[in-house]
């Protein structure tokens, strides 16, 4: 079994709420059916483009070769 990417492996603070917030965003990345590398990659390019705020969270953006993150749809 590989090992699990934790908060730290990510260079998260969850004593801060920005640490808190970041590791929410985490949480949803690594919570879709994608690996843990994937999910990783994913969460340092939202940051390093900005994404790491509530006021953006609502938004889509397009990483890497198409994998879109954004507002979760559901249907009842």
Do not use: E
């Not at 990417?5 to 990345?29: E, N, V």
Request: hydrophobic residues 35%; without cysteine; proline residues 3%.
């Amino acid at each position: 079994m590989t090992a699990l990417i934790t908060a730290a492996d990510l260079g998260i603070d969850t004593t801060s709420d920005q640490g808190l917030f970041d590791w929410f965003l985490a949480s949803l990345l690594f919570g879709r059916p994608v690996s843990q590398n994937a999910a990783a990659s994913a969460f340092h390019k939202l940051k390093s483009d900005g994404w790491d705020r509530p006021d953006h969270s609502s938004q889509t953006t397009t990483i890497g070769s198409g994998t879109s993150y954004g507002k979760a749809t559901t249907t009842g």
